[in-house]
């Protein structure tokens, strides 16, 4: 049966990635970033600043911008940034890598697009606020059918697909390195999960914002003492990159699409841009303008793919590992790391990707639950959507890796066209939200939002009225 999912999955993931979602991902791409005049170069120091901005804590009761921004990245950081990388390569070869960064540098603008919208559309709730694409697309563009067919699409790829991709990960890395049974590994996850998704989103948020920071700065730092372990073999590797990506005997070998292909994919796995993921944890954000918060999120991308995605790509080409066709995935990153620094390297690995995945679960269970409550408020309907997700960790912990990594690329293609069409749609409310905030900063002030700033934007029920506007309105 898994056999029969495989051919079935596979053959409809080369045909939508080859000719529909890569065009979509890199045309639209283009356009938000040339219409928002480069902004994830040119206001790289906004960026900073809004995170630093978003380290101060707010009300006790509200998400800071910070946490929501670890919130998306304890989704995005996960095994999408070692195995994921780690099959780009094997299958697309060093070439991978450059089209990788490529979609990060496009997506960027895509992920600031998305991000703004779904602060500008959130909504209050018991916890504070919520939203993401599902919401805008009800609010900005009055379908709700819309915002309802995302919500299916996003909890069943996230809170179940997405999440079985990471404990599928763990299992095998731990099975690699120690021996471990799957099973039993799989169980002892369920449960240690089951304890913090019943916790409640400020839980999700304060353990993400530890485990995410730590673990990213430690792999970081493996990465940069491997490179200068090799740094004489820098030129050359970078030179083999660019010239696979381009090169004339990859067009001859047919391997080219290959390269093009897999990079983009993985790329977009590992940072979400474009993808309606990331905005589900922006929108929890209270902040003072929409802007601040998509400048986050897009930094959050390059940050991701440039630096984290990009680690593990210089660790496994400058291991050679990636040569031996029988590996892959996290077979390969382990492979790769012993090479560079020992046996005892894959082991490390192998917990440092379970504490990987694990905050990755943290994320992918929030994006589910948001839009859980969006389709219907209903104690049934999330105890029910709980019970799945940690089935499908379970299922995950024990399933064949092809046909899980299939499934994961079939849902998030069908998420990315849906997102994606939704915030074209609506990108010129963004753009005039980055507007107001451009003015505003030039004028020396704090951008502050409110209700009424964009004219005909729709009841957006989180911002509260001018001061203008509230005068205007008791006076009439």
Not at 33 to 44: A, H, P, S, V
Not at 334 to 353: E, K, N, P, R, Y
Request: hydrophobic fraction near 55%; glycine fraction near 10%.
């Amino acid at each position: 049966m898994q056999q029969f999912l495989l051919d079935v999955v596979g053959s409809i993931n080369d045909i939508f990635w080859s000719y529909i979602l890569i065009v979509m991902l890199v045309v639209l791409g283009l356009f938000f970033t040339f219409k928002g005049g480069f902004l994830q170069i040119r206001m790289i120091k906004d960026m900073l600043q809004a995170i630093r901005e978003g380290k101060k804590g707010s009300a006790a009761d509200s998400i800071t911008p910070f946490q929501a921004f670890c919130i998306s990245m304890a989704a995005r950081v996960g095994t999408g940034n070692i195995t994921g990388i780690a099959i780009a390569v094997a299958l697309g070869g060093p070439g991978a890598v450059f089209w990788m960064w490529i979609i990060a540098i496009i997506g960027s603008a895509s992920a600031f697009v998305e991000s703004t919208l779904a602060q500008i559309y959130k909504i209050k709730d018991k916890d504070g606020f919520r939203g993401g694409p599902a919401y805008y697309m009800e609010k900005g563009l009055n379908k709700r059918w819309m915002g309802a067919l995302f919500a299916v699409l996003i909890t069943l790829s996230f809170g179940l697909v997405f999440n079985a991709v990471q404990s599928n990960t763990i299992t095998l890395a731990f099975e690699n390195s120690f021996g471990t049974d799957r099973l039993t590994l799989g169980l002892i996850m369920t449960v240690a999960f089951a304890a913090i998704i019943f916790g409640g989103v400020k839980r999700i948020a304060k353990a993400s914002e530890y485990i995410v920071i730590v673990l990213a700065i430690l792999y970081i730092a493996v990465a940069l003492l491997i490179v200068l372990m090799n740094i004489d073999k820098m030129p050359e590797m970078l030179a083999l990159i660019v010239k696979s990506a381009f090169g004339l005997e990859q067009v001859a070998g047919g391997t080219l699409g290959a390269a093009l292909m897999h990079g983009v994919k993985r790329g977009l796995f590992s940072n979400e841009a474009g993808m309606g993921s990331a905005p589900n944890a922006a929108a929890t954000a209270t902040t003072s303008h929409p802007v601040k918060q998509g400048l986050i999120q897009a930094f959050g991308v390059l940050t991701d793919t440039l630096i984290i995605c990009t680690s593990t790509a210089f660790i496994i080409l400058l291991s050679g590992a990636y040569k031996q066709s029988e590996l892959s995935g996290i077979e390969l990153s382990q492979a790769a790391l012993s090479i560079h620094l020992g046996d005892w390297a894959s082991a490390t690995l192998a917990v440092m990707v379970f504490l990987f995945a694990f905050s990755t679960l943290i994320g992918n269970y929030y994006y589910g639950e948001t839009n859980i409550e969006f389709l219907k408020t209903s104690k049934t309907w999330l105890l029910l959507y709980r019970i799945s997700v940690l089935g499908m960790v379970l299922f995950g912990a024990v399933a064949k890796v092809q046909l899980v990594w299939d499934l994961a690329d079939l849902f998030m293609g069908l998420m990315v066209v849906v997102n994606l069409i939704a915030i074209f749609m609506l990108s010129k409310v963004a753009f005039a939200a980055l507007r107001d905030y451009q003015e505003q900063k030039k004028a020396g002030k704090d951008p502050v939002f409110y209700s009424d700033t964009i004219p005909g934007a729709g009841n957006l029920e989180a911002w509260e009225a001018s001061p203008a506007a509230a005068k205007k309105e008791r006076i009439g």
